[in-house]
């Protein structure tokens, strides 16, 4: 996250705030939509970029690919389904009204 402001910063970006939580946890998702809503009121712009990517190879172990499948789907669904419902009252009442899914994991990451 500081990495990213920082990149902001020196491309004179100044009106982005950047918050951060964890997807796969909906009390703490709902906690931080209400606080950003208090803070700056309407959200513009939603930008969920999360993804797990597991770096197990479950090749032959069924119990392996088994919560793999889980941990994948936890976070790559229902934590992309619970940030937006935590989240779609503000960006109701924004100006721009938009949701951007960033959903590879295998992405470059700067």
Same mark, same amino acid.
């Given at each position: 996250?500081? %990495? /990213? @402001?920082?990149?902001?910063?020196?491309? +004179? $970006?100044?009106?982005?705030?950047?918050? !951060? *939580?964890?997807?796969?946890?909906?009390?703490?998702?709902?906690?931080? %939509? /209400? @606080?950003?809503?208090?803070?700056?009121? +309407? $959200?513009?712009?939603?930008?969920?970029? !999360? *993804?797990?990517?597991?770096?197990?190879?479950?090749?032959?172990?069924?119990?392996?690919?088994?919560?793999?499948?889980?941990?994948?789907?936890?976070?790559?669904?229902?934590?992309?389904?619970?940030?937006?419902?935590?989240?779609?009252?503000?960006?109701?009442?924004?100006?721009?009204?938009?949701?951007?899914?960033?959903?590879?994991?295998?992405?470059?990451?700067?």
């Amino acid at each position: 996250m500081v %990495a /990213t @402001e920082e990149k902001l910063k020196k491309h +004179g $970006i100044h009106n982005v705030k950047i918050y !951060a *939580a964890d997807i796969t946890d909906l009390p703490a998702l709902e906690a931080a %939509a /209400t @606080e950003i809503q208090r803070t700056v009121g +309407g $959200i513009d712009y939603l930008i969920a970029n !999360a *993804a797990f990517v597991s770096g197990v190879t479950s090749a032959g172990r069924p119990e392996v690919l088994r919560k793999d499948m889980i941990d994948s789907f936890s976070t790559n669904v229902v934590g992309f389904i619970n940030t937006v419902n935590a989240f779609i009252a503000g960006v109701r009442t924004g100006q721009v009204k938009k949701v951007i899914a960033i959903t590879s994991g295998m992405a470059k990451r700067e």
